[in-house]
């Protein structure tokens, strides 16, 4: 009995009770540790609420995407001229095979076709050629349409079996495509000098 | 609210201080008036029994909230005892916020200051397209002045030069063209330099180097005209200075 007057009396108290935890909070923001806490706990916040703005932005920043595709198409690119500037009769086949990794499109098909007439030559030349990039910068690239142009200074070192080898620098002009395998040559020359020309 | 509350501090009580069970009774009793008294608002009005039952509610509160700051002699009752414990959860909950908080902070400014440091990001060439065709463009123009040579005009090669170079750059090129220099007059030389391909390699801010493939004709105007071409390839550093770029190293990938 006097259980149930207690609980049907407990909904009286709730006017108090509320009104003391109000005069609670009031307290405790007077409280010096709970105002230093708040205040810690704002900065924080402001700091985590900025520093992770910085960082979508850092995520999110599209130029940064394509600094980081021109770099692997530079990279790829310099790789690629390297590979094709180098052949040893003595390991013709992998040499070949990485000329043909390295490329796409309209040179890929070119060196597929003309593979067996050139293994010959440089199997009866018996010359070593090995490459070293001096240097490499991308001219052109068009992220959507997976395009690139790139340059590079190309110093090729040319060894037959008779005489001193042969050094030459190139100035090399190609196109890289972008393929599920990631960047390959689509053309590659010299760039033209204008007395040959005409 | 206030009435459950009696009756946990109860049973704590019962566990807690066996030799007290004998006051239960009074307790229940005085738990009933403490309800009537604050049914009615009047605290001081209860009397000493329920006096008792609530210092000793505070003392269990305090107890099971260690290190709380109420004030021993503050009047309690059950709302007090949740402040009590609000007190306490407050600085709690804030100082886990600030610490979770403070740790995302540190980690995201970290994180995103690594991002900011990538070596690619650094690099702008490309990405800020306006910079790197003004560097092309006026590093290109540079290379032609500079690597010009009329031998009826001396003249305008040292302008070119005092113009478009700096640093080190000053002492190659001189290097560079002491012999055109010494036969021009004699074999009525033109060199001109004209710039084919260009290439920036990287660019941060006033700094940039450029690959350069540029076409040389030399043209000798004496007895029987001659011109020869020749290809060059090289690399140039560059800075800004004021609005304008200027050759600073000039690398011609020599071993």
Not at chain 1, 116 to 121: R, T
Request: aromatic content about 4%.
């Amino acid at each position: 009995m006097a259980r149930q007057r207690t609980a049907r009396q407990g909904t009286a108290p709730e006017g108090t009770g509320r009104e003391g935890s109000a005069g609670a909070v009031r307290a405790g923001t007077r409280n010096p540790l709970v105002i230093v806490a708040l205040a810690l706990a704002v900065c924080a916040a402001g700091a985590a609420g900025w520093g992770g703005w910085l960082r979508y932005e850092a995520t999110h920043d599209d130029a940064a995407a394509f600094a980081r595709t021109r770099d692997d198409a530079l990279a790829a690119g310099e790789q690629a001229v390297q590979n094709m500037n180098t052949l040893d009769h003595r390991s013709l086949e992998k040499g070949l095979d990485s000329w043909e990794q390295s490329t796409t499109g309209d040179l890929h098909r070119q060196l597929v076709d003309g593979r067996d007439a050139f293994a010959e030559q440089i199997a009866e030349a018996k010359t070593v050629s090995t490459a070293e990039v001096l240097s490499g910068a991308v001219t052109e690239l068009d992220e959507r349409a997976g395009r690139a142009g790139v340059m590079v200074a190309l110093r090729v070192t040319v060894t037959a079996p008779k005489g001193e080898p042969a050094v030459k620098e190139s100035r090399l002009l190609g196109s890289l495509t972008r393929t599920a395998g990631g960047w390959k040559l689509s053309a590659l020359g010299q760039a033209p000098v204008g007395g040959t020309g005409g | 609210m206030s009435t459950t509350r009696h009756l946990v501090n109860r049973r704590r009580r019962l566990a807690t201080a066996p030799p007290r069970t004998p006051g239960a009774e009074p307790d229940q009793a005085s738990e009933q008036a403490t309800a009537t008294a604050t049914a009615t608002d009047t605290d001081a009005d209860a009397g000493p029994q329920a006096a008792q039952d609530t210092a000793s509610d505070l003392d269990a509160d305090t107890d099971a909230t260690a290190g709380s700051d109420t004030a021993p002699d503050a009047p309690g009752n059950a709302p007090r005892g949740k402040a009590s414990r609000l007190r306490v959860g407050l600085p709690a909950v804030l100082c886990a916020l600030t610490v979770l908080l403070g740790a995302f902070a540190v980690w995201a400014f970290a994180s995103a200051g690594d991002l900011r440091d990538e070596p690619a990001r650094q690099n702008t060439a490309l990405t800020d397209i306006g910079r790197t065709s003004e560097v092309k463009g006026r590093i290109s123009e540079a290379v032609g002045a500079v690597f010009s040579y009329d031998y009826a005009s001396p003249a305008r090669s040292d302008r070119a030069a005092s113009t478009y170079l700096t640093g080190r750059a000053v002492q190659q090129h001189k290097d560079m063209l002491a012999d055109v220099r010494e036969q021009a007059p004699r074999q009525k030389l033109v060199l001109t330099t004209t710039v084919t391909e260009s290439g920036v390699e990287f660019l941060d801010g006033d700094r940039a180097r450029l690959l350069i493939f540029a076409d040389q004709s030399n043209t000798r105007t004496g007895k029987d005209e001659e011109t020869t071409y020749a290809a060059a390839m090289f690399a140039v550093d560059a800075v800004r200075r004021g609005d304008t770029w200027l050759i600073a190293t000039i690398d011609t990938f020599t071993r």
